[in-house]
């Protein structure tokens, strides 16, 4: 992890401690996170949930999830089962 901001909400392997109150934190934790996936790749909605829980320690991944896709880093189809990332 190379954004120095962000250091005091990860644990040494590189888990999101907590969820930031500030709104710049949580854009830069959102995109830390949406680092953990590849471009070009569709991810159901269960493969995401994993890989969001192994890079968090506060047990809630579907804000996580929500916050990829409604700050513009997932596309997600209709049913919101299968997700892509787009930056």
Do not use: C
Not at 14 to 22: A, F, H
Not at 53 to 75: M, T, V
């Amino acid at each position: 992890m190379n954004d120095s901001s962000l250091r005091r909400f990860v644990d040494e392997g590189g888990r999101l401690l907590v969820w930031p109150k500030k709104q710049d934190d949580k854009e830069r934790a959102i995109a830390y996170l949406a680092t953990k996936f590849e471009f070009n790749k569709s991810y159901h909605e269960r493969e995401v949930n994993e890989i969001l829980k192994n890079w968090h320690i506060f047990s809630d991944w579907p804000l996580l999830r929500r916050e990829l896709f409604e700050r513009g880093y997932f596309a997600r189809n209709r049913s919101g089962t299968d997700y892509q990332r787009l930056k």
